[in-house]
Structure formats: structure tokens, C-alpha cells
């Protein structure tokens, strides 16, 4: 296969083989020729249908023709400047538009660079040092945050390399819980310069909120005057227009963006209150800048993406991802399994244990071998979803009613195989 080929020569080239920890899996990756659609096909030929989406940002499908020509029109004007272009100002006041916090935008290159960023405004927005961060959340592959991260770093409470000096002011709590804030807060709450989450956890699985937890974030950051930041990286512009602060009717001061934002193409980006974001230089003295910020590519692929993003996409989605989670359920109940379906519009995950999940502890409950025996089914028989118990799955446009049901006769063989087990 070329694929083992190929992966035994890039373990000669690249750590573990592979450019992110969470793309390797046993015995061997498979290398992508090329995706179209809802389908990716792999070097030996071999089609899968695909729930992994590029972690997410392929909302509209791989190779959305309209998205595709407008960047191959402006891959001929030039693929780079270091100055602006009009085509920024359009996406911001598309963002402006669509997201209710959003009153001015920064663009960046990467989910990374946003929440890095985010924190920096926050910290110089109130002059106090420490974070709050909920345990399994992701935001980033940066000091600030990486302390007990979801998806690839679960089970790493710290990575090697990060100063104990830089992760003292960044304060663990579980998500979903209203004590543990309070708490917090009564103790620390003169040094907290901002809470950062992600309205849905979506890198230890999907996990949603309570009913009202997100209010409960809004009105003691509001008492306390600490920044709420909301880490959108995977449902900005996936749930609804104005992502999860539009869904849930809560409002944050700052937003941070990227995967669909880009239509697939790299960028990220800070958004929220105008006194806040000319905070940033060069209008403010908060340093934040890159040679690739508003990179004229991702810029237009953003456009292109954002300007298909209306009610009847999101009324599509939300139909789509209802009938894949109950088909699913409908399954596990055949089998009188009682596993736990989450997801809510167009992200799904199936954790294989029979607790509620609402936090991180959870989440760990979660068998993660019968996980790994489920990911391999799938795969084996043309269904790719992400190769960890803690990412989310996703679905795009052009998944149609074929697709989902194939999807759910192979689940249904899956879901048979670790019940056999």
C-alpha cells in the first residue's frame, strides 16, 4: 500500500511521521490524493466519506466550486502583498454583520494566534495576570493554554517545554460548573483577567452547556469585571451565522475565529467591542501583527465561504445532524447499549460509556479501545472520522441522504462488531 509506504518514509522526516499528534494513528495513516465534495480519496485510490472535514472547516464540502474559482482568480493577481486590500474590509463587515459581539475585526493566520492574542488584549484591557480555562479545552498550541488540553494533548496536563511561571496564572476549573467559578472568583477574582471557552467543547468530544451556564459566565464576568472571551475556532460560522453567542443568545466581550472562517484555507481572527480591539497597535499599544495577517488567498476563500452561509445552510445543517444522531441512537438501542450520543447541529460523537457528559472527568470514562475498534470498522469500510475518542465529527453541505444512510448501516455493523467484543 502507499500509503504504509509512505508513512514509514516520513517517520524518517517528520516527527511520528506526521505535521499534528492527532493524524497518526495505528497501523498507519492514509495519505490524501485528493477530496471532493463530501468524499476524500486516499493514494491507493481507496474513497472515504468523510466526518473529519479538515477538523472542521469544510462546511461547505471539499473543492466548493464557487469558493475554488474566486481564489484561482485572485491566485493570478498575486498570492501574497504585506499591504491591505479591499477585499479585508468586506470580510470584516461580513463578520461585523453576522456575529452580535463583533464591532471591529483583527485577522490572523491561525486559531493559535487568535486566543494567544485574545488573552494578551484581555490581560492589558483590565491589568490583571490569570485566566480561567476549563479542563479539556482547546485553544491553541501556546503557553497561556496548554494545560490539560482536549483531543491530542488529553491525558498531557502539561507539555514539556512550558514554564511552570507561565501556567501559574492560568486557573483549571471543569466546565459546567457553577460552583467551582464562584469559588474562584471569591479567592482570585481581583487577579482574573479574563475566562476563555468554548461555548461547546469541542476538543474532548462535543460537550454543550447546561441550560443557562452561559448566562451564568456573562453576569459574573460582567460583576466582576473580568473579559468573557469565547474561543469560536470550530463553531464560528458552523452553527449559525453569528455562531454559538447568536445559538445561545449570550454575548461576549471578545470572539476568536478561524477553520471556517477560511473556507479552508489558513486564517484566524480576534473580533468584539470597538473599545476593547483598538486597544490593538497600531491604534493601541497591544503588539499583535504577521507578515500573512489578511493573506489575500484566505481572505477571499473567507468571502467566498461566508457569503454561502444563509438560514436555508443552517436549517439544512441542523436537519442533517438530527437525523445522523438519532439514527445512531436508534442503533445503540437495537443493541440495548447505552453509549452517549452528543452533537447538536452539524457535530456528532459517540462516546462509548454510559455516563452523561458534561465535563472533561466524563469524558475520560469513555472507553477509548471500543473507540479505537469503532474508528477502525468505519474506516475499513469507507468512513473516515476523526482517529481520537476526543474530537468531534462534522458534516458539510454535500452530505446528502445516500451518504447518511451508508454512514448508518455502517455504524449499525460497527456498533454490532464492539457489542460482540
Known amino acids: 500500500m502507499k500509503s504504509e509506504e509512505l508513512f514509514k518514509e516520513s517517520k524518517k522526516f517528520l516527527p511520528g511521521g506526521v505535521n499534528s499528534p492527532v493524524r497518526a494513528y495505528k497501523p498507519y495513516p492514509f495519505f490524501a490524493e485528493y477530496a471532493k465534495g463530501s468524499k476524500i480519496v486516499d493514494v491507493d485510490g481507496k474513497s472515504y466519506l468523510d466526518y473529519c472535514l479538515a477538523y472542521g472547516p469544510m462546511v461547505l464540502g471539499h473543492a466548493n466550486p464557487d469558493v475554488m474559482a474566486e481564489v484561482i482568480a485572485q491566485l493570478k493577481k498575486g498570492s501574497a502583498y504585506g499591504v491591505p ?13 453576522k456575529v452580535p459581539c463583533a464591532e471591529m475585526v483583527r485577522f490572523v493566520n491561525s486559531g493559535t494566534e487568535a486566543t494567544m492574542s485574545a488573552i494578551r488584549l484581555a490581560r492589558a484591557a483590565t491589568g490583571k495576570k490569570k485566566i480561567i480555562k476549563f479542563e479539556g479545552a482547546y485553544h491553541g498550541a501556546h503557553d497561556y493554554v496548554l494545560v490539560k488540553s482536549g483531543s491530542g494533548a488529553a491525558g498531557l496536563p502539561d507539555s514539556p517545554g512550558v514554564p511552570d511561571e507561565t501556567t501559574k496564572n492560568t486557573i483549571l476549573i471543569p466546565f459546567n ?15 482574573i483577567a479574563a475566562i476563555i471557552v468554548e461555548p461547546i467543547m469541542g476538543n474532548i468530544g462535543i460537550i454543550p452547556p447546561k441550560d443557562k451556564y452561559l448566562e451564568f459566565l ?70 499583535q501583527a504577521g507578515t500573512f495577517n ?30 445522523l444522531r438519532k439514527g445512531i441512537q436508534d442503533i445503540l438501542d437495537v443493541h440495548n447499549l447505552d453509549y452517549h450520543v452528543a452533537g447538536l447541529s452539524s457535530m456528532f460523537q459517540i462516546y462509548f460509556t454510559e455516563s452523561e457528559v458534561w465535563n472533561y472527568e466524563d469524558a475520560k470514562t469513555a472507553d477509548t479501545e471500543k473507540f479505537n475498534t469503532f474508528f477502525q470498522t468505519l474506516l475499513n469500510k469507507g468512513i473516515f472520522i476523526p482517529p481520537s475518542q476526543f474530537e468531534c465529527c462534522f458534516l458539510s453541505k454535500m452530505h446528502d441522504d445516500t451518504d447518511i444512510q451508508n454512514t448508518l448501516d455502517i455504524i449499525g455493523e460497527a456498533i454490532k462488531t464492539i457489542k460482540d467484543i
Do not use: C, H, W
Open 85 to 97: 486590500t479591499e477585499n479585508e474590509i468586506e470580510l470584516a463587515k461580513l463578520v461585523v454583520k
Open 177 to 191: 460548573n457553577e460552583d467551582a467559578i464562584v469559588d474562584i472568583i471569591k479567592t482570585e477574582g481581583e487577579s
Open 218 to 287: 456573562r453576569d459574573i464576568t460582567v460583576e466582576n469585571g473580568i473579559i468573557l472571551i469565547f474561543d469560536e475556532v470550530i463553531t464560528g460560522f458552523r452553527i449559525s451565522e453569528g455562531g454559538a453567542q447568536e445559538y445561545f443568545g449570550v454575548t461576549p466581550d471578545l470572539v476568536t475565529f478561524g477553520k471556517i472562517l477560511g473556507g479552508g484555507f489558513p486564517i484566524g481572527a480576534i473580533s468584539g467591542k470597538k473599545e476593547l480591539m483598538e486597544m490593538l497597535a497600531p491604534s493601541g499599544n497591544v503588539y
Open 294 to 323: 489578511g493573506n489575500p488567498i484566505s481572505i477571499t476563500a473567507g468571502l467566498a465561504t461566508l457569503k454561502q452561509l444563509n438560514e436555508s445552510f443552517y436549517s439544512s445543517m441542523n436537519t442533517k445532524g438530527d437525523i
